[in-house]
């Protein structure tokens, strides 16, 4: 019987083959399974922060304007039980607004500021308490919102009522805004050791010519004591003070001041002074305040620049003449 050998070139086929089936080919696209892709993510914005809140009283509307490092984006809500304004600051920061502030007008009752959210941005509430229902109006100027009280409004039967512009940013845009017939309340920062004076004059700057107009009078209550702010156009250096009994009142008179760009009366809210009373002159200009203890009250008054600041606090009277 014949045997068959085997064909060299058969044999060398198959063992070309079996290597080929051991040998790992590396694939040509992509990363190895096991190795680490570090993708760099875009870095988040740098938080803005709350440098300012001030009150000011323009046009018969009062304004609470939040100052910032840079343009803000904002939203509000107004709730009740209490009633108050809810103003959130997106990735802004407060870390220079000291708060509460009592404001206590007509409209306003307090201001807080805190940052309710830290991470992974933070997120600024200021919260505006409210003497009585008011419409409102958000507005951005430059690095500045600006949130106006309107008229009175009616109670609505809801819990919360929503009256905002939407969510943007704002642009910086070239506004000034109109000159504040009243005086400005500035929140103190957290390292000062008190309350910083509303109309406190620059250190650098000299007053050079007298006022002759009276362009504010604002009312600041600080714990138990009193301030009232004169601000005039010009320096408010020559005055007289003095007080009177039956009825208790504190007179002064601003020299060679000519007119007053306020109402014939104010009203004050608490229990020291009832209200200030304007009397017109021909060389000067007369602030009556009426006092609310049949004793008097002690009272302070100091002046610097074009500001005056009458303090009263609660005490068994007048001060000695």
């Not at 079996?18 to 870095?43: D, M, R, Y």
């Not at 000011?56 to 809500?77: C, D, F, K, N």
């Not at 500021?113 to 941005?121: D, G, L, N």
């Not at 009177?244 to 008179?253: A, E, I, K, S, Y």
Request: aromatic share 6%; hydrophobic share 40%; glycine share 6%.
């Amino acid at each position: 019987m014949r045997r068959h050998r085997p064909l060299p070139g058969l044999k060398l086929t198959l063992l070309l083959f079996l290597a080929l089936c051991t040998f790992h080919v590396p694939e040509l696209h992509g990363a190895p399974a096991n190795s680490k892709i570090l993708v760099k993510e875009p870095s988040a914005p740098l938080p803005t922060a709350l440098t300012e809140i001030r009150v000011l009283y323009q046009e018969g509307l009062w304004h609470v304007v939040l100052s910032g490092s840079e343009p803000m984006t904002y939203r509000a809500i107004k709730v009740s039980d209490p009633l108050r304004l809810l103003i959130d600051l997106p990735n802004t920061a407060n870390t220079s607004i000291q708060s509460p502030v009592t404001v206590n007008n007509e409209a306003i009752s307090t201001i807080k500021a805190a940052t309710i959210v830290s991470v992974p941005q933070p997120l600024t509430r200021v919260e505006i308490g409210l003497n009585r229902d008011v419409s409102f109006r958000l507005r951005g100027v430059q690095d500045k919102v600006w949130v106006t009280l309107g008229a009175a409004a009616p109670v609505p039967p809801a819990a919360t009522t929503l009256q905002v512009e939407p969510l943007k940013t704002m642009e910086k845009v070239k506004i000034e805004p109109p000159q504040p017939k009243r005086p400005e309340i500035t929140l103190p920062p957290k390292s000062s050791p008190g309350p910083t004076l509303p109309f406190a004059p620059p250190p650098d700057k000299k007053q050079k010519t007298a006022a002759t107009r009276i362009i504010a009078i604002e009312p600041v209550s600080v714990d138990q004591e009193l301030k009232v702010y004169v601000k005039g156009d010009g320096g408010l250096g020559r005055y007289k003070a003095f007080h009177l009994t039956n009825p208790p009142r504190v007179v002064v008179d601003f020299l060679d001041v000519k007119t007053i760009q306020t109402r014939d009366s104010v009203a004050f809210t608490g229990p020291l002074v009832k209200k200030v009373r304007v009397g017109r002159n021909s060389d000067r200009i007369r602030l009556v305040f009426d006092i609310i203890p049949a004793a008097g009250l002690p009272y302070q008054i100091t002046s610097g620049g074009d500001r005056l600041v009458v303090s009263f606090k609660p005490g068994p009277g007048f001060p000695p003449r």
